[in-house]
C-alpha cells in the first residue's frame, strides 16, 4: 500500500493550491481519506476528510475555503485550497484507514509521505 502526497509549495497569502494524494495497492473506492496538517513541535490535525461515498467534513478553520474531493477513476483524492493564510503553513498528509470501508482512524494506517505548504505573509 502506498500514498503519495504532492502539490504542496510555496504560495502568497490569498493564494491557492491543490494537494494531490494518489493511492495504490488499495481499493480506493472503498477508503476513507483524510488530510492531516503539522507544524514542528505539534500533533498532527485532522484538517478535512473525504468519506467513501464524496462526502467531506472539515476543521472550522478552514470550511469555506478548503475544499475535498476525490476521483476514484483516478484513485486519487484531493484538497483544493484557496484564500491560503500563513496559519495554513505546514506539512500536509494524506491517511487512509488500515481497515477497509472504516471510516474510523486507528494506529496502522496508512499514510503519505507528507507535501510541505508555505504561504507567505
Known amino acids: 500500500v502506498q500514498l503519495q502526497a504532492s502539490g504542496g509549495g510555496l504560495v502568497q497569502a490569498g493564494g491557492s493550491l491543490t494537494l494531490s494524494c494518489a493511492a495504490s495497492g488499495i481499493t480506493f473506492e472503498f477508503r476513507s481519506i483524510g488530510w492531516f496538517r503539522q507544524v514542528p513541535g505539534k500533533e498532527r490535525l485532522l484538517v478535512a476528510r473525504?468519506?467513501?461515498?464524496?462526502?467531506?467534513t472539515y476543521m472550522d478553520s478552514v470550511k469555506g475555503r478548503f475544499n475535498a474531493s476525490r476521483d476514484d477513476s483516478k484513485n486519487t483524492a484531493y484538497l483544493q485550497m484557496n484564500d491560503l493564510k500563513p496559519e495554513d503553513t505546514a506539512v500536509y498528509y494524506c491517511r487512509t484507514p488500515f481497515i477497509p470501508r472504516s471510516d474510523i482512524f486507528g494506529p496502522n494506517d496508512y499514510w503519505g509521505q507528507g507535501t510541505q505548504v508555505t504561504v507567505s505573509s
Open positions: 473525504i468519506g467513501r461515498y464524496g462526502r467531506a
